[in-house]
């Protein structure tokens, strides 16, 4: 078969603007685009998307195929699968690529297992093989502990990108693409998922993500009244409250604030592990934050060796003295 | 309601990485001896979860797991926690990570007990982390499948669910039979019960062979051969930690929050 050498992206939307990690996508599929000298592109659902079609042509998109329908306005995954299949058939391309967010964990396997083709998710590398010119990618596995190589025997090749893996394309407003509308085909009266509402948990302030400065809470904290202490600290230092995955399973804090593997992916400043063991998974989460300080009693926690300022200490009374410092 | 739970015994994810070694090939992780396998996390949220259905609608719960004979340990948690059945699928030395094979053995192995109307499983399993085989399931099976599931209330012939988003949380219904993937969020999985551990100590646990459920070891490892492992590292780390103390947690504080300042971090 004649190698189509195109590189597409699921462009996510989030509340009806492009979610933050497209920039990062769009970046990536340049790249690995250009090694194929093919096309970058990128799948569009939802309403009223022409204004985004031309932001992620200034991203660096060739072309935007567009499903503009009303109906398409909510996550429906069988409706969404539906319509990237429809276009990974006719436009047979090398990679597909997703961002390693809810959304692209859950369609990425969806599209790899209908397309009959391999999956790597999480991916923090991605190359083309110079001889093969197939996809390279290496992710972690083992809770982090350990990074995997993969190359696929099978196309398209599907990936996600964890956040914060490459850095975001830059807009470049006078590039030039092209604008596909993608006619919806769609029984929607046959889908067996119904979306019925979305629910917003998210206190306010700066999201977890975008954060500069991170206070993360763990175990150690013991119960869900102590994180108050933390709550406090990260106020004065213009931060926000992050947990471990510990945390969030004891129902301290909501799932929203769960940094790591399975939570978010954070690189602040500054990032303070409070009561954190250090659990590759945990790690995984914020290993590329610019700094990160321990607090934690227990002198032999493996998060004394990734971070680059540690107190061995009970954090509480720690804590309070660091607010003290910092308010005089 | 009849549920099969798909469960993976996996090296405990809590051992810390000085605890493994990579094989000379470069494909495999090994655990040091001290290192205990356990249910995946994840896979103890879909027990748990597939036990509060049945303790509430009536039915019956199955543990279903694919692996070595050691595998058999992971399926006596399950039936310690409460489930009433337990099947193994042996299969040894099956490539990994392959995710379409495990699916696609699960998918035959799932059809062979029959009579289910959900299908749960953990989102990821705690070694490869690829949160691919649910899908799959549900693919082989031509069954909906919702993914990182953190709420389940059941309605007529329906459930409904809460999924994760960034924000929150969607709500959808979707119909049975369904393959649901959990996140540990929907759930505290119980240590065990007194009547499940007795039953388990005279329980015997079936243990089917690929081809008792109609499958072909060499097909099944084919249909799997989508990606290949090219090489498995475990990294090393260089952090240089900076122990900063004090005699008081007041001078410890003082001296963080002057390294801090003068790092201009703060």
């Not at chain 1, 869900?224 to 301290?252: C, H, M, P, Q, T």
């Not at chain 2, 299908?119 to 070694?127: E, K």
Request: proline residues 5%; charged residues 20%.
């Amino acid at each position: 078969m004649q190698n189509s050498r195109e590189v597409i992206i699921f462009a996510e939307l989030f509340d009806g603007r492009l979610h933050s990690g497209v920039p990062e996508l769009c970046s990536l599929a340049r790249g690995l685009a250009d090694q194929l000298s093919g096309v970058a592109s990128a799948i569009l659902i939802g309403t009223d998307v022409k204004g985004l079609a031309s932001e992620l042509i200034s991203y660096g998109m060739d072309k935007v195929y567009a499903a503009d329908d009303a109906r398409l306005h909510n996550y429906q995954p069988e409706a969404y699968t539906a319509v990237i299949e429809q276009v990974c058939r006719s436009e047979n391309p090398e990679v597909l690529l997703f961002g390693q967010t809810l959304r692209g964990r859950d369609l990425g396997p969806r599209l790899a297992f209908r397309l009959k083709t391999g999956i790597a998710t999480d991916c923090v590398e991605f190359t083309i093989d110079s001889v093969s010119k197939k996809l390279v990618v290496t992710r972690p596995a083992y809770g982090a502990k350990a990074l995997a190589t993969l190359t696929f025997l099978s196309q398209p090749a599907v990936a996600t990108l964890r956040s914060k893996a490459v850095s975001p394309a830059e807009k470049n407003e006078a590039r030039t693409g092209q604008t596909i509308p993608i006619e919806v085909n769609i029984d929607f009266a046959k889908l067996r998922i119904k979306y019925i509402a979305r629910v917003k948990q998210e206190s306010e302030g700066p999201k977890l993500e975008d954060a500069k400065v991170i206070v993360s809470g763990g175990r150690g904290l013991g119960q869900a009244e102590n994180f108050k202490l933390l709550e406090e600290l990260a106020k004065i230092l213009g931060g926000v409250v992050g947990a471990s995955r510990g945390a969030v399973d004891n129902g301290w804090l909501p799932s929203t604030r769960q940094v790591g593997l399975t939570g978010t992916i954070v690189s602040p400043r500054l990032y303070f592990a409070i009561g954190i063991s250090g659990a590759t998974q945990h790690m995984a989460g914020c290993a590329s934050s610019q700094y990160i300080v321990a607090i934690n009693k227990d002198p032999e926690a493996p998060i004394f060796r990734r971070a680059h300022y540690g107190v061995v200490a009970d954090y509480k009374p720690v804590v309070a003295a660091m607010i003290q410092c910092c308010t005089q | 309601m009849n549920i099969v739970v798909c469960v993976k015994h996996v090296p405990d994810p809590e051992a810390p990485v000085t605890q493994f070694t990579v094989d000379s090939a470069g494909q495999k992780m090994v655990p040091a001896p001290a290192v205990v396998s356990v249910v995946s996390p994840f896979d103890e949220n879909a027990i748990e979860a597939g036990l509060q259905l049945k303790e509430a609608h009536g039915g019956k719960v199955t543990v279903l797991s694919l692996g070595p004979l050691s595998s058999l340990e992971a399926l006596k948690r399950g039936t310690r926690m409460g489930a009433d059945d337990a099947v193994l699928v042996e299969g040894n030395d099956l490539p990994e990570p392959a995710p379409q094979t495990t699916a696609h053995i699960l998918a035959k192995a799932i059809a062979k007990i029959g009579g289910y109307d959900l299908i749960l499983c953990g989102r990821q399993a705690a070694d490869w982390d690829q949160g691919q085989v649910g899908c799959g399931i549900a693919e082989n099976l031509d069954l909906p499948y919702v993914s990182i599931v953190s709420k389940i209330e059941t309605l007529e012939k329906a459930l409904r669910i809460q999924c994760l988003t960034e924000d929150g949380y969607e709500v959808m219904e979707v119909s049975l039979p369904v393959v649901l993937t959990l996140t540990n969020e929907i759930n505290q999985p119980r240590l065990t019960t007194v009547a499940g551990i007795l039953r388990t100590t005279t329980m015997k646990i079936p243990v089917w062979s690929l081809q008792d459920i109609g499958v072909d070891p060499a097909a099944a490892v084919e249909c799997g051969r989508l990606a290949e492992l090219k090489n498995l590292r475990i990294p090393e780390v260089k952090v240089e930690c900076q122990i900063v103390g004090g005699e008081t947690p007041e001078e410890a504080a003082l001296s963080l929050v002057n390294v801090l300042r003068s790092d201009k971090v703060i």
